[in-house]
Each structure stands twice: as C-alpha cells, then as structure tokens.
C-alpha cells in the first residue's frame, strides 16, 4: 500500500463535478480517459483503440475497446461514454469545468456498441487534449444514472477502485486485478504494481514533513519551499519536480469594479513592484517566477512576452497621476476624492496555501512604496465560492493547469465570468473563439494577441509558474507524471531493495 500525504482538501472528489487539482490527482487513477497524452504532449490509444477527425475538427469518430469493464462490473460502450459527456453537458449538473472542457457540443451519437460519435457546429480543435484529463475521464453509466448526490464518490473503469473518501481526512484505492487496458503510452497495460494508495489530509507542513521523513507515509506534495532544500538534502528522500503547464499563479484583476476598472490603476499595480525578488525570496527559488501569462510548456505560449512589463515603479508612480491619484494621506497611501486607494486579495484560507499568503504579505510593503494599500481579506471556501461568483472581491488569485492554450478561454473567456474568469473581462471572446477551430498557424496568431492583451491591458499580474513537487521515499520507484502535472502511480511500486 502507497501512502501519500496531501496539503491540500478536495470539497467534491468526483472530477465532473469540480476543477479541483486534488481531485484530478487522486481520480487519475481510477478513471481512464479516450485518450492519453504523454508526456511530449503526442496522443496515444486507451479506452479508445483509434480515432478519426474530419479535416475542419467539427467531427470527431472514436472507436473503443471492446474488453473494458467498470468496477462495478457495468461494460464501456458507445452509449456508456454518451451518457457521461450528456451528464457534463446538462447545466444541472454544475460540471463547469468539464463542460468548457468538451465546448460547444452540437450532438454525440453512439452509431454502434463500440463507436461513438462527437460533433460541432463550429471547429474545435482541442478536444483530444481535453479528453485526456480526468475531468473528461469516463465513469460507470450506472453510477451516472443512480441519482442522489454523486459529489462523494467515483466509479471508473481506472486500475484502482475508490474504496472510501471522506472531506478532511483522505481517500483509500484498491487495486484492480483484473485490469487490462491501460494506454501504450504507459509502461505496461496490465494491473497496477501497487496493492492500493491512501491518501490522507495533513494540512500542516510540518507534520507532513516528519510524515515522510519518519517513514509513515511514502509521498508527500506540496513541500513548503524553505524545507526544500533540508528535504532533498535527507538521507533515503527523493524529490521530483514537474512545472506546470497552463495558467501561471497570478493576481486576477476585477476590471468590472473600483479601482481596477481603470486601466491605468491596473497597470500601476502590475509593473510598480519587484515580483521577481519577492518570489525568489518567499518561495526561496523552487519555482520560476512567470514573464507572462501562461506557463513555457504550454502549447503556443508567446515567448516574445519577456517579462519586461515588471519592475517599473516610476512607471507605476506615473500611471497613479495621471488616474487622479495624485494626494497621499497621512500613512502614505494615495488618496482620490477623500478615498484611500485600497485594493483586498481575497482568498479562500482552506486552499491557498501559507506560502502564498507569504508571498502577498511580500508584496504589501512594496505596494505601499507606490501608495497602493494591499489588504489581506482571508474567508472561508463557502463565501470564497460566491463571492466570486458574484464579482464581490478587488482581486483574487490561482492558476489552471492545462498543457493546451484553449486553458485561456476558461481563464479569460465571458462564459467562464463568476467561475475562471476572474478578471471578468468579455473583449477576447472573438480571439478566444476563433483560435479553438482555427489551423496552427493561426491558433498561434490568435493565442499571442491574448497573452500580450492580457498584460497590456493589465487583467492579472503573473506571478510565478507553479510546479508539482513530490517529495518520496526513495523505495517508490516508477512515477510517472500525467500532463497537467499531477503524479500517476498505475505504474509505480515500493522497492524494498531485497
């Protein structure tokens, strides 16, 4: 049995219903996909043996396995995938995530047991990548269909099985025995190596930490940056890194209310702090700070943004006068009509982890260098949901993993306004839906006009560019990493060196 330890809680533990980065972590391996997608970003037969895609990617022809069982016995068939992608497609089912995922879906036909058919009316180029993701995965038609609240538990057709899951403590896997189909993309196709995984909720990092280094559990993630050094430095402990693809970590700027609805103070507060320095300095060099919005492994990130919009706080000092902020008060705040220029982070406390927190309270004082006063505004995951929701916050911040730029029309498109798109900005929809049924060529042309918009006209502040550190037991060998940088154990097993 592998024993990881998580920092980080999962509200909804099945991956149609939620976006969360634990959920896909834990699920990944219980759920199998259409298609894989290795780790050089090429695509690879699993649950689907081939695949046809008309030359205007409006359809898309899956044929699948004929072998594939669920766990709970019920067999993968054209209708068993229909009924998945219509359940995330039903707004009442609240699968957003999942559903920006499969975009406009026009029908999805099951033309016989074992083929099934996506179609659109417009192009959409990204669905194989999205397939991928276990937010896509397929699960057991009946557990679909039983009714009742499907938020607590999965059942997919994975090499492992979800014995139990309970919000706060973790999650228990049982291996698959008689699991056979795993992807070519993987090492081998036959049963996991692992007799089970559990994993539990250990929010602190200290006792994470003496976790792995005492031996009681095997992996840990989220290794808090100033013990990586002391942890890669232990006798017998291993640490991999895999940097995330997608969305970096950055400040979202609410453009649709005071004070970010002024282009100008967006950008004063994008360039008039050294967000490098505070990065390196709180999260002592284990990640890269970002140049720009997305992450370099991601699929047409614009390499030409370079970071040069940071750093410039005369700039910033230039920008506030011209916005009419041109009084301070008597802390040293700039002040517009007797209102002081305030801007709050808020944050859900039960997520956003403490080196964040570390990282914002960094940048207070250099924010008050240039007059702006950033405040800490910490709620729980309830009011977090619909504050943001409802546009009632300044600023907020996260990132979106996703090896394929489509990752911006969740982040910036309006449909995605009160759930990823936190700027709340609707000006990229024409860019943004061009680019998802357009060739190459021009999806790159289109992705690098987003990006650049994003920070010219000053919608988030990248921050830094998020990587999965699992820090293990030397004994665990075998890991290997899905694209959207979250750790697959199908093929990993405990070497006890005898």
Do not use: C
Request: proline fraction near 4%; charge should be negative; aromatic fraction near 10%.
């Amino acid at each position: 049995m592998l024993r990881v330890a998580l920092g980080s809680d999962a509200s909804i533990i099945n991956p149609h219903l939620t976006g969360s980065s634990i959920t896909a972590t834990i699920t990944r391996d219980v759920v199998d996909s259409l298609v894989a997608q290795s780790e050089d970003n090429s695509f690879h037969p699993w649950l689907a043996e081939d695949w046809e895609v008309s030359e205007d990617n409006t359809e898309y022809t899956f044929h699948l396995r004929d072998d594939v069982t669920f766990s709970d016995g019920e067999p993968l068939t054209a209708e068993a995938v229909k009924i998945n992608f219509d359940f995330i497609l039903d707004p009442a089912n609240n699968s957003t995530y999942a559903r920006s995922l499969l975009g406009a879906v026009s029908e999805i036909e099951a033309t016989d047991e074992h083929t099934v058919v996506i179609r659109y009316d417009e192009p959409f180029a990204p669905l194989l990548q999205a397939l991928s993701l276990p937010y896509l995965g397929i699960q057991s038609p009946a557990y679909l269909q039983s009714g009742g609240d499907l938020a607590g538990d999965v059942v997919g057709s994975g090499p492992f099985v979800l014995d139990s899951w309970a919000q706060g403590q973790g999650s228990t896997l049982s291996k698959r025995d008689d699991y056979a189909w795993g992807s070519d993309s993987f090492a081998h196709t036959g049963a996991a190596y692992l007799d089970g995984i559990e994993y539990s909720y250990l929010p602190e990092a200290s006792t994470r930490l003496g976790a792995l280094t005492s031996g009681q559990v095997d992996a840990i993630d989220a290794i808090p940056p100033a013990n990586y050094e002391s942890v890669t430095s232990t006798d017998g402990v291993v640490v991999d890194t895999y940097e995330n693809p997608g969305v970096v970590y950055a400040f979202q700027l609410n453009t649709t209310r005071a004070p970010f609805d002024d282009v100008l103070v967006r950008q004063a507060f994008q360039t008039g702090v050294d967000i490098d320095t505070a990065v390196t300095a709180t999260l002592f060099d284990t990640v890269e700070p970002a140049q720009g919005i997305l992450g370099p492994q991601t699929e047409y990130v614009d390499e030409a943004i370079d970071g040069s919009w940071k750093n410039d706080p005369e700039r910033a000092e230039a920008l506030l006068d011209e916005a009419g902020w041109t009084e301070t008060d008597d802390d040293g705040y700039r002040v517009k009509d007797g209102e002081r220029l305030s801007v709050a982070w808020t944050y859900d406390e039960s997520t956003s982890g403490e080196d964040n927190v570390n990282l914002v309270q960094a940048l207070q004082s250099a924010y008050r260098e240039i007059g702006i006063e950033l405040v800490l505004d910490p709620v729980d995951s309830g009011t977090y949901s619909a504050r943001t929701s409802s546009g009632d916050y300044d600023t907020t911040s996260y990132y979106f993993v996703r090896a394929e730029a489509d990752i911006l029309r969740t982040v910036y498109g309006s449909a995605s306004i009160g759930s990823g798109n936190g700027s709340r900005v609707d000006s990229l929809d024409a860019q943004l839906n061009e680019a998802v049924g357009a060739d190459a060529d021009r999806r790159a042309e289109l992705y690098a006009e987003v990006q650049q918009t994003v920070i010219d006209e000053a919608y988030s502040v990248p921050l830094y560019i998020p990587a999965y550190h699992l820090g293990h037991a030397d004994e665990l060998q075998g890991v290997r990493w899905a694209t959207n940088a979250k750790p697959l154990f199908y093929n990993a097993w405990l070497d006890s060196g005898e």
